[in-house]
């Protein structure tokens, strides 16, 4: 059985980093798309960060470009966010999910009609930032 679980979150003041992983399991497949959304109180679910084997490119939103990273380790198993230059809008429920088998670009993989696509969520770490 597949398991994502997303951890690292916490309190930060403006300006602060913060390094989200999210720890995989149950995945064997050549073909994927892995992300990071987050969910804000009262508002829609968006993506941050997505990849795609298929895709050599990274997708960032755009609020969030030059700020934040996606990365993953060489044995694919453990999924990261570094973040930096945090704000108060920052400020979301971040979950990680992933898609198998699937052959996507990168900025595909983080749309919010994609997000129905994924088969995998990790339960998601709550990342507050304070002014």
């Known amino acids: 059985d597949v398991q994502l679980q997303a951890s690292g979150g916490g309190l930060v003041q403006t300006g602060g980093s913060l390094r989200l992983s999210c720890a995989a399991s149950g995945l064997a497949s050549d073909d994927y798309a892995i992300g990071w959304f987050r969910q804000a109180p009262g508002k829609e679910r968006e993506g941050v960060s997505c990849?795609?084997?298929?895709?050599?490119?990274?997708y960032y939103k755009e609020d969030v470009k030059g700020r934040f990273t996606i990365s993953s380790d060489n044995n694919k198993n453990t999924l990261y966010l570094q973040m930096n230059s945090l704000k108060p809008e920052d400020t979301a429920v971040y979950y990680c999910a992933a898609a198998l088998g699937v052959l996507w670009y990168s900025d595909y993989a983080c749309e919010k009609s994609t997000m129905r696509e994924y088969a995998y969520w990790g339960q998601g770490t709550q990342v507050t930032v304070s002014s």
């Open positions: 990849i795609a084997s298929s895709d050599p490119t990274t």
